[in-house]
């Protein structure tokens, strides 16, 4: 199933879209207009959506965001696949860490290589970004070293 699915590059005009995408995945979307640029989009042969994943820069650390993919297509692989897209980019732009916050998948990212830090751990440019006060203090606070 994935060679059916491409992954590119978000545009601004995919704004409207991933908002919608995250609003259906009940993910916020505060601040995605800043960072709409470092979205990518997982489409299906069709154009339908499958996925998004977003970062936010801040200096050489950034917060991976705006993990969804469509039901349809959970447990084949696609938010590794958007996952990956996103620490390329990362690598890319020379970051070194990534931050991520998540109430529902911790195991999921610590298969992916993120380890659980506290919150007080997390840069503190990381932490002025618009969907951190958005995530409750419940939410796990993970990082991966880029290297």
């Keep these: 199933m994935l060679a059916?699915?491409?992954i590119r590059?978000?545009?601004r005009g995919d704004l409207q879209q991933i908002s919608h995408?995250?609003?259906?995945n009940e993910l916020p979307t505060?601040?995605?207009e800043?960072?709409?640029?470092?979205?990518?989009?997982?489409q299906s042969r069709n154009g339908s959506w499958v996925?998004?994943?977003g970062l936010e820069v801040y200096g050489k650390s950034g917060l991976l965001r705006s993990v969804a993919v469509d039901q349809r297509f959970r447990g084949m692989g696609q938010g590794r696949a958007l996952v990956d897209a996103v620490l390329r980019?990362?690598?890319a732009k020379g970051l070194e860490?990534?931050?991520l916050l998540t109430d529902t998948a911790q195991a999921y990212f610590s298969g992916l290589g993120f380890e659980v830090v506290g919150r007080k751990d997390i840069d503190e440019a990381v932490k002025a970004s618009p969907e951190f006060p958005e995530c409750g203090e419940g939410a796990a606070a993970m990082r991966k070293l880029l290297s």
């Design 9 to 11: 590059p978000a545009v």
């Design 51 to 53: 996925g998004v994943a």
């Design 21 to 24: 995408f995250l609003n259906e």
């Design 4 to 6: 059916d699915i491409r």
């Design 34 to 42: 800043k960072c709409v640029e470092n979205f990518v989009v997982a």
């Design 30 to 32: 505060v601040g995605v």
């Design 89 to 91: 980019n990362a690598r």
């Design 97 to 99: 860490r990534i931050y």
